[in-house]
């Protein structure tokens, strides 16, 4: 392992002013995505849908740093014959790889789920190298609820993580590690935080026990924030301020970079949050998106599966590249989001 060039990669990742487009949607996901606009999810549209992001010029050289691919996606060609993973790395942007395989129900806890995908994972990680990953993702997933989550879902989730994370190291590959504490409930932000802050204790003893370099690999979490369908929803500078200081307690400075998922927020709540922890700092590590839906929704929504409409979808991808690229650094202001509109 050359740990120089993985914490090379790493602070790539979250260079400021840059972040991660989380292109990974599996097949299921994609398809769910594709129905709320009316296209019908083949192998075709899935990847004329892809090309579009990727050749979206000023979002992807500007500001992306990383995308994340799906299976499927790391081995197609575009329409003109050219790999995908090509664009993505002539764009200046590092191609990266989810490789965990979903989630299945874990015995004896009922309503709680493993990640699974450990088993050939160091074969697929060459595959993935040569094809030119040079990062990977795994999440796992946390529900709240009464009752929930378990010491025995955090305990078996963390395990996952950090094999994972060992294996991709081993593999020259930078692993995102993704503990995602969903915002699915009616919770509230103290109770997001109490199973975040232990997630992520967890998670780091787990990544200590199997030797893996902090220096190489990025986090991604959620942030401390309100469940959906909690009444009272928590201001963007509570936010803010929260998951900075919860960041603080439970992320060594040794990590390179924390990128977040947006969970299910709104793109211009995602934008905010990560804007406001940038007004909080200096920080101990790079701090920025790796969003799915916050980055995706717009442009899905204008390309709506018509050719003739992706200069639409790449102008509303690039728009949102750029807001969040300056969430990146502090500097974005919800002015500018009027102004575009
Ligand atoms: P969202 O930003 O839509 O939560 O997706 C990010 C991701 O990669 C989840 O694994």
Not at 101 to 113: A, H, K, N, R, S
Not at 157 to 177: E, F, G, K
């Amino acid at each position: 392992m050359n740990l120089t060039e993985l914490n090379r990669i790493a602070t790539a990742m979250v260079a400021p002013g840059k972040g991660i487009l989380a292109a990974d949607e599996s097949s299921g996901t994609i398809k769910k995505r594709f129905d709320a606009i009316g296209v019908e999810s083949t192998e075709g549209n899935r990847r004329d849908y892809r090309e579009m992001l990727f050749r979206s010029k000023e979002a992807m050289n500007r500001y992306i740093s990383g995308v994340i691919l799906y299976d499927e996606t790391i081995w197609q060609d575009a329409k003109d014959g050219t790999p995908l993973v090509k664009l993505i790395e002539q764009s200046g942007a590092i191609p990266g790889i989810k490789v965990d395989e979903g989630t299945q129900g874990l015995p004896m806890c009922p309503g709680e789920t493993v990640t699974v995908g450990l088993d050939k994972l160091a074969e697929r990680l060459k595959k993935y190298y040569e094809r030119g990953a040079r990062f990977a993702k795994w999440r796992a997933v946390i529900d709240i609820g009464s009752g929930i989550p378990s010491m025995t879902a955090i305990s078996v989730n963390a395990h996952a993580l950090a094999r994972y994370a060992a294996l991709c190291q081993a593999a020259q590959i930078v692993p995102i590690v993704e503990p995602e504490v969903l915002m699915d409930g009616d919770h509230d932000l103290d109770r997001c935080y109490e199973v975040t802050e232990r997630v992520l204790n967890k998670t780091f003893q787990e990544l200590r026990v199997q030797r893996v370099a902090l220096e190489g690999m990025v986090l991604k979490p959620n942030m401390a924030i309100s469940g959906k369908k909690c009444a009272k929803q928590a201001s963007v500078e509570e936010v803010a301020e929260k998951t900075i200081r919860l960041l603080k307690a439970c992320v060594p400075a040794a990590v390179p970079g924390v990128a977040f998922l947006s969970g299910g927020q709104s793109d211009e709540e995602a934008t905010a949050h990560l804007n406001a922890m940038h007004k909080l700092g200096p920080l101990p590590w790079g701090l920025t998106f790796s969003y799915g839906r916050a980055l995706q929704a717009a442009p899905q929504k204008a390309w709506s599966g018509k050719a003739e409409n992706v200069v639409a979808g790449q102008n509303a991808f690039s728009h949102r590249a750029r807001m969040n690229g300056l969430a990146s650094k502090g500097e974005w202001q919800s002015s500018l989001e009027k102004k575009a509109a």
